[in-house]
């Protein structure tokens, strides 16, 4: 996709050896926001990445998502922080996403949702 291949140029170390799967998505994404934090919509995507650490070994697959509109990240989720609160965030983003697929399922022919068209 071309939101990821820029997003991870930016978090890791060594980006063109990444392993990138799609998970879910990508679909339309809408979270209310927080206490201090505005809405967030517009199109997301959830996936995983395995890249390499300092040493050069893969350190295994990590759960990301990302929400965008009109081509600019909006947010990013489980970048690459190793803490509960950002993996709790990821995992809510990802179900929201494959809620909106299954809500509103891609159309066979274009691959884009049915409301999109």
Not at 1 to 6: D, F, K, Q, T
Not at 17 to 25: H, K, W
Request: glycine content about 12%.
């Amino acid at each position: 996709m071309e939101v990821i291949g820029p997003l991870l140029r930016n978090y890791l170390k060594d980006p063109h050896s990444a392993q990138v799967q799609i998970v879910a998505g990508p679909a339309f994404f809408f979270h209310k926001g927080g206490l201090f934090g505005a809405p967030i919509y517009g199109w997301g995507i959830c996936f995983e990445v395995n890249a390499k650490n300092g040493f050069g070994a893969y350190t295994g697959f990590r759960r990301m998502a990302v929400a965008w509109r009109h081509g600019t990240v909006q947010r990013v989720y489980g970048d690459m922080r190793d803490n509960v609160f950002d993996q709790a965030l990821t995992s809510a983003a990802c179900q929201t996403i494959r809620d909106s697929m299954t809500a509103n399922p891609p159309n066979s022919a274009t691959g884009l949702p049915r409301s999109s068209l």
